[in-house]
Structure formats: structure tokens, C-alpha cells
């Protein structure tokens, strides 16, 4: 796959599948400084329920202890979007996004956690651990 670089300003664009975005994220890390943990939180994770195909909403929220490498934000919000048309339940997606950050990044610890938005009255929050918790 050709190197893809997310343009430096302007409308970011729509990823074209999963594997590019999964490339974006390893391709745009940066050398971590000296800290002892990062935490992202967004809340505007969508994907597809691939029983109803119907759109599920949700929270992610992605702690993680850096080795030598670090999210870069931008891409890790491009990342994200290319979740929005992927038909999977919630622990299979928790367990995928935390995989693609060891890939991407190897960090020492990594916790992920995706909340998903109540529909029929059931709500779902699960968390994928990877590494040793500092």
C-alpha cells in the first residue's frame, strides 16, 4: 500500500477502508516524550450492528503507557472514522482497536474501553487490556 499523510490543515478525508486508516495510525505516531500515561476519550464513535445493520453509537475511551512511540491525534481520529460503516459487535471492535494500537505503537500498557449507546434498553461497555498495568 502507498504511504497515505493526512493533510496538515483543511477538511480531513474519509478514509477508504480500515487497512489505510490502520496504516495512518502506525505511519503517523511520533517518539513519545517522558510520560507516564495518555488518554483519549471519544465520544462520537459510530459503527454498524451486523445483525440489524442498523447504526450503533458509542464512547471510546483508549489509556495507554508509552514505550517509544505515541498516538498522533489526528490520525487516531481518522482511524476511528473508518469504524463507521464496520458491521461488528462491541467486543469484537474493543478487541480490534486495541490490536491495531499494539501494532501500531507497541506500547507497555493499553487499556481500551468502548461504551455503547443504550437502543432497545440494553447498553454495552466492554475493555480490552493489553501489557502489563502499570
Known amino acids: ?62 489509556s495507554y503507557t508509552p514505550k517509544e512511540r505515541c498516538i498522533e491525534s489526528k490520525s487516531l481520529k481518522f482511524y476511528l472514522w473508518a469504524y463507521r460503516d464496520e458491521p461488528a459487535f462491541c467486543e469484537e471492535l474493543t478487541a480490534r ?15 481500551v474501553t468502548l461504551e455503547q449507546t443504550p437502543r432497545g434498553g440494553i447498553g454495552i461497555v466492554v475493555t480490552a487490556e493489553r501489557g502489563q498495568r502499570p
Request: glycine fraction near 6%.
Open 97 to 111: 482497536i486495541a490490536d491495531d494500537i499494539v501494532a501500531a505503537i507497541d506500547p507497555a500498557w493499553l487499556e
Open 1 to 62: 500500500m502507498d504511504k497515505f499523510w493526512l493533510p496538515r490543515s483543511g477538511p480531513m478525508p474519509r478514509p477508504k477502508s480500515l487497512e489505510e486508516a490502520r496504516q495512518v495510525l502506525a505511519d503517523e505516531a511520533f517518539r513519545a516524550p517522558n510520560v507516564g500515561r495518555v488518554t483519549f476519550e471519544a465520544a462520537e464513535f459510530t459503527s454498524i450492528c451486523p445483525r440489524s445493520g442498523q447504526p450503533d453509537f458509542g464512547r471510546v475511551r483508549i
